[in-house]
């Protein structure tokens, strides 16, 4: 596709169930990255994919959170035992890395988690 | 670690005001610095971008230059419109490094 997808774009969950949310990147692009935008909170990095490299995991909040990128293409982002604070909108975003000095990144419309 | 810190809002301006957000940074190496903007109901998008110490970034009348001797990637417009109101978000990376993001800056501009 032109950009990079997201689904659901609204999730409304109960508390204690697992979610799963998903990402399609722009073809192409190595990087893929998810982030949690919350209110009063900004942009939180989470996890980051970059090419076959391990990912980077060091902006995961708990282990309840875990995403994995099949084929160097899609993404899904669990989320595990719900709770109320997870409640926020998931950004994904996608770049075509290079040598690492300059990269832009294309956002997904993201999609917004109520847990209730 | 790299980490970004920017003025906390909301930035209330009447049009035609001039426009400062601070953004300061500390990294490791040499990274990269960026504007990014988020308008009303759509996703973040790149405003500008400084890739060295000294380089100045601009887009649409805004302007950020990299000082490296102050750490400081400020974005400044000379004279705000009511279409600018959106939050804008300072952001750094370094190689091999994912994107960091300061908190954002809500921006309203009134008429």
């Known amino acids: 596709g032109a950009g990079v997808s997201q689904s659901p774009s609204n999730k409304v969950t109960e508390k204690g169930k697992d979610v799963e949310l998903r990402c399609d990147p722009i073809?192409?692009?190595?990087?893929l990255y998810w982030y949690r935008q919350s209110l009063g909170q900004g942009l939180e990095f989470l996890i980051y994919?970059?090419?076959?490299?391990?990912?980077?995991k060091s902006g995961l909040p708990s282990d309840r959170f875990s995403a994995e990128r099949t084929g160097g293409s899609v993404s899904t982002l669990t989320i595990q035992r719900t709770q109320q604070e997870d409640s926020a909108v998931y950004l994904c975003?996608?770049?075509?890395?290079?040598?690492?000095?300059?990269?832009?990144?294309?956002f997904g419309s993201g999609t917004q988690l109520s847990v209730l | 670690g790299n980490s970004v810190t920017q003025m906390e809002g909301p930035v209330t301006l009447s049009e035609e005001a001039f426009l400062t957000i601070n953004c300061t940074y500390t990294?490791?190496?040499?990274?990269?610095l960026f504007w990014y903007v988020q308008y009303p109901g759509e996703g973040l998008q790149l405003l500008l971008k400084?890739?060295?110490?000294?380089d100045k970034g601009s887009n649409k009348g805004f302007e950020a230059t990299y000082r490296k001797e102050t750490t400081s990637f400020h974005l400044e417009k000379g004279s705000v419109q009511v279409s600018d109101s959106a939050v804008y978000f300072c952001?750094?990376?370094?190689?091999?490094?994912?994107?960091?993001f300061g908190k954002g800056t809500s921006l309203l501009v009134t008429p």
């Open positions: 975003a996608s770049s075509l890395r290079t040598t690492g000095i300059f990269e832009k990144l294309f």
């Open positions: 994919f970059q090419g076959n490299s391990a990912p980077d």
């Open positions: 952001a750094l990376n370094s190689p091999g490094y994912a994107l960091n």
């Open positions: 400084a890739t060295k110490a000294d």
């Open positions: 073809s192409g692009h190595t990087a």
């Open positions: 990294a490791t190496g040499y990274p990269s």
